[in-house]
């Protein structure tokens, strides 16, 4: 069974996450970067743990040095999304990895990236969003020039602001400086916590950070009280089964939560994460979401339909892909 002709909408993904192992070997090679440890014998990303994750991910991402870099990886990766059915995706875009946090390098980043988007938009019929985001491990101060650069280039294209990385590093409330300057620049907001942190680390998300969806989420299925909050407030989570079960966030498919947390209630919605890191992509994401818990067409336009909701883009936007 194979869910591949579905229209699907996709919220979760990191772009330099995306990037095919070919890809970033291809780069490496032209400016002579030597990054031959990262990789497994089989030509995939290798590595052990979650924090191991986290730290060939930058080194993958030392490799894209300027804005034609983006341009090229943010093509790559539109099309083969696009294959999946997928004709909405959000990213997320790290001014850290795009000039450093300067403003200007990263406007220049940005053009290049659009500038892909819209070529596939009309070459595949794919729209894209980006979210800028924030890296947890680099700390509060490091999160506010990342901040700073989302509030000054929203638009058609950056339309929201969220943190990714370590999410053991301090506690939400530290980085409450660059969410309310997002939020007063009219950015829509989104955090990763529960991936690793329990539901005490979703709770204070929510309530310090005033974010609209939650990355990943999963550990709130521990607490019921919890979930209702999140189906009362309706929350959104961007779930990422596949990368929860190869980084060992739990313990396989058959406990992995989603469906728990959709029987509480809770609106839930399927993402690949970083799709080549954990031998994902959103066809295959739906074949194990059939074969574990049984979903079938009818859950998955209803998780579609969650997601265009909840999508970080206008009403014309979201008509358009529907
Ligand atoms: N950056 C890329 N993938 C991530 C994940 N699964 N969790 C936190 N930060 C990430
Ligand atoms: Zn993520």
Request: proline share 5%; net charge negative.
């Amino acid at each position: 069974m194979t869910f591949r002709a579905i229209p699907k909408a996709e919220l979760h993904t990191h772009l330099e996450g995306c990037a095919p192992p070919s890809f970033i070997k291809g780069l490496a090679a032209e400016k002579k970067i030597d990054i031959s440890k990262i990789f497994a014998p089989d030509g995939g990303y290798a590595f052990r743990d979650f924090d191991h994750f986290l730290q060939v991910y930058e080194a993958a991402c030392t490799t894209l040095q300027n804005p034609e870099d983006f341009r090229r990886l943010t093509m790559a990766v539109l099309e083969e999304t696009a294959s999946h059915g997928v004709v909405y995706m959000e990213t997320f875009v790290s001014p850290d990895f795009c000039g450093g946090g300067d403003l200007s390098a990263w406007r220049d980043y940005l053009a290049a990236m659009e500038d892909a988007a819209l070529e596939a938009e009309e070459k595949l019929g794919i729209t894209l969003k980006g979210i800028v985001t924030g890296i947890r491990h680099f700390g509060p101060d490091a999160s506010k020039p990342a901040a700073r650069c989302a509030a000054e280039t929203k638009g058609s294209f950056i339309t929201g602001y969220g943190m990714a990385g370590g999410e053991m590093v301090g506690r939400p409330g530290d980085y409450a400086y660059s969410f309310d300057m997002a939020r007063e620049a009219g950015l829509r907001l989104t955090c990763h916590a529960g991936e690793w942190g329990g539901p005490d680390m979703v709770a204070d998300t929510i309530r310090d950070l005033g974010v609209e969806r939650i990355g990943h989420g999963i550990s709130a299925a521990d607490d019921p009280a919890l979930m209702a909050e999140i189906a009362e407030k309706e929350i959104v989570l961007e779930v990422c089964p596949g990368s929860n079960v190869v980084l060992k966030a739990v313990g396989g498919w058959a406990s992995h939560p989603i469906a728990k947390l959709r029987d509480a209630g809770v609106k839930v919605t399927v993402s690949t994460d970083d799709p080549p890191f954990f031998h994902t992509t959103m066809t295959a994401e739906y074949d194990m979401l059939h074969k574990t818990f049984g979903w079938d067409v009818d859950d998955f336009t209803a998780l579609n339909n969650t997601a265009l909701a909840a999508a970080f883009c206008d009403d014309k936007t979201r008509a358009r892909v529907a």
